[in-house]
């Protein structure tokens, strides 16, 4: 695989499957990892939530080695190191790191759980107590321990470092560092999106209430809360005007169940003017194609200092970033025309570009380009030997999170492609090749094959992402869970399986009409139908035994292996099911008619692998935590029931106060011992 030549020169942490990385960056043998190749590979570093200063070339970023997180610090200028010192794997996460603007103060968040941060505690460890979630300030330079600031999250730094507003239970609080923290208010709701005006006398906030949200203001001296134009809606990402006299946001709502694909305008994005209160609609999607709203994975809403908004919309059907005047509106100006879809942007520090990641010209990849705000041929900022993702700005600097199919999730800076820090590489595993099928109705869909080692016919396995909203890649993945799962994959193509990862329908990155495609989950389970014609294409293959395909995945992936199994155990031999959903029958819908209700609840049930089970014949291994707040621990329950009941062969691991994306990597570890145990004696043992 071809490498940039800044790669080549820096200093990439090479491990043996006997070895994990050492944070100094050398490769030093430790007796407590098991010496295998899953084992050793899993605990690769993984390197995550990467945040600029905005003032200075000074990151900070996360990195998971083996389920031991730290906050690691690094620059052009500044050596990359962790600034905590955290050891073992105690399922305990980092998240929401931030530096002051001067790059002086770090603040981070240790305990909770990132993904739910106002649910109950979490204790994947089970510790005799749940360990607090707290929010931790440090000098970045110094190296005392960081000092604990106060139970919460949210956290964001005034603008001269020397304040910090957090957040917990729907709480606002203050810590000034010279004495305990203070709490400001008590709302309703609970707060998001928490930041300073420039002159630190405010607060601008998302609260987010039952089924709508509002954007607030909280004056900090005077401790006094006002509301800017509430909706009967969502009100999303405010952002101050660059003089601070005005906050933008956006306002949206969605379509009733029964009109979800209506051409109406559902949004609009508004400015508010601080002093008198007066909102005005700057612009309103127009009906047709992107009349719904849909955001990138990041900040959808930005005002430079040129006076413009910059927002994303699929008038194309594509995910592109748009400007338009904060002053008089008009029509919007597309940036991004040739980016098919845009995944994430940020504007330049001085306002008169942005940068985006995109998979122009390559729907099966990722890269950096810069434009213009006034107009011009976008630029590819990186190379096709990586994949590249979510830029972020030190100072003037751009760095960004890079992977390969040999290289986990790592910071780089984009010049040069130089990495921040120490990099890992899993030096046995081959790029998965990129595959495009068709299903029944003819939609052409997406895959990655990994080829297994050795003479075949090979038994085979497809592979369902969850989300549904993902993509995989034909590389590791910048999201921790499917990293773990990439590595999964390439050991089960090692071990003699041909893999094959479908990106189905309803998933990310191939358009509006893709994403949104007609009769998915419990309205027909469509989606489905590009996994049966991946299982049927697998079984095509002259290297591949036709009676020794399987199928495994977590959560809408777990739910579409249960499916399978359900409706196909004369293709799919065998499946693992990681927290997957069983039944989708939901009631109470306010905007459907009684009989309506009816037909919605009977399509959900044929919808779900329990509208099948009575067909459901072949083995499968369930895995779920018990402390799962994404899929209730009760789908897997209520299978192990039906299954018991009806003689069908099944194997279970329960993992006790477990979340969805497991926080410990001994679970992770124990998790894919047992599928590959399982597979082995149902697959591959089979012939």
Known sequence: MKMHPAWLASALLVLSVAATPALGGQSEPRNSQPADALAANLALPFASDLTGARRAPVFAWIVDEAGA?????????????????????????????????????????????????EASAPNTGTAPEAPEQAIFVAD??????????????????????????YTRKGEIWLWSGDAAARRLATLAGSVEDLQWSPDGGQLLFTEQRKGHSFIGLLDVERRAIRYLGPTLGQSSDPIFSPDARQVAFIQYRD????????????????????????????????????????????????????????????????MHVYA?????????????????????????????????????????????????????????????????????FGGDRLAATATDAQRPAHMVLVEGMKPLGPVAIASSYAKPETIIFTATDGLQVHGQLFRGKGPGPHPALIFVHGGPRRQMLPGFNPMHYYSNA????????????????????????YGRAFREAAETGRGGAS????????????????????????????????????????R????????????????????????????????????QWQSSPMGSIARWRSPVLIVHGDDDKNVDHDQSLLLARELTARGVPFEELSLPNERHEFFRYGDWLASYRATETFFARTLKARK
């Open 69 to 117: 997180r730290n906050v690691w610090i690094g620059g052009p200028d500044t050596p990359a190191h962790p600034r905590t010192t955290y050891t073992g794997d105690e399922g305990i996460e980092l998240s929401e790191p931030q530096l002051s603007q001067d790059g002086r103060r770090l603040l981070f968040v240790r305990g909770g759980d990132a993904e739910f941060p």
């Open 140 to 165: 970045v330079a110094g190296a005392e321990a960081p000092v604990k600031v106060g139970l919460g999250h949210g956290a964001a730094f005034s603008q001269d470092g020397t304040r910090i507003a």
């Open 255 to 318: 379509p009733p169940a029964d009109l979800k694909d209506s051409a109406a305008s559902f949004w609009s994005l508004r400015v508010a003017d601080i002093a008198s209160g007066i909102v005005r609609t700057v612009w309103t999607a127009p009906n047709g194609k992107g009349g719904q709203f849909a955001g990138t994975r990041g900040r959808n809403l930005f005002w430079t200092a040129s006076g413009h908004l910059l927002f994303p919309w699929e008038r194309t059907g594509w």
């Open 324 to 392: 338009v005047a904060a002053a008089n509106g008009g029509a919007p100006r597309d940036l991004t025309p040739d980016a098919n879809e845009v995944e994430n942007f940020t504007p330049t520090p001085d306002g008169k570009a942005i940068v985006y990641a995109a998979n122009a010209g390559n729907l099966d990849a990722r890269q950096l380009w810069r434009t213009a705000i006034a107009g011009s041929k976008p630029t590819q900022l990186t190379q096709d030997d990586a994949f590249i993702f979510r830029p972020v």
């Open 486 to 509: 990439y590595v999964r994959n390439q050991q089960f193509a090692a071990l003699g399986y041909t893999v094959l990862s479908v990106n189905y329908r309803s998933g990310t990155n």
């Open 527 to 566: 989606e489905y139908r590009d996994v049966l014609a991946g299982g049927q294409w697998l079984a095509k293959q002259a290297d591949v035994d036709p009676k020794r395909i399987g199928i495994w995945g977590g959560s809408w992936g777990g739910y579409l292996t249960a499916l399978a199994l359900a």
């Open 568 to 603: 196909n155990s004369d293709l799919f031999a065998a499946g693992a099911d990681f927290h997957g959903v069983h039944t989708l029958v939901r009631s109470g819908d306010p905007s459907l008619s009684p009989d309506a209700e009816l037909k919605a609840r009977e399509l």
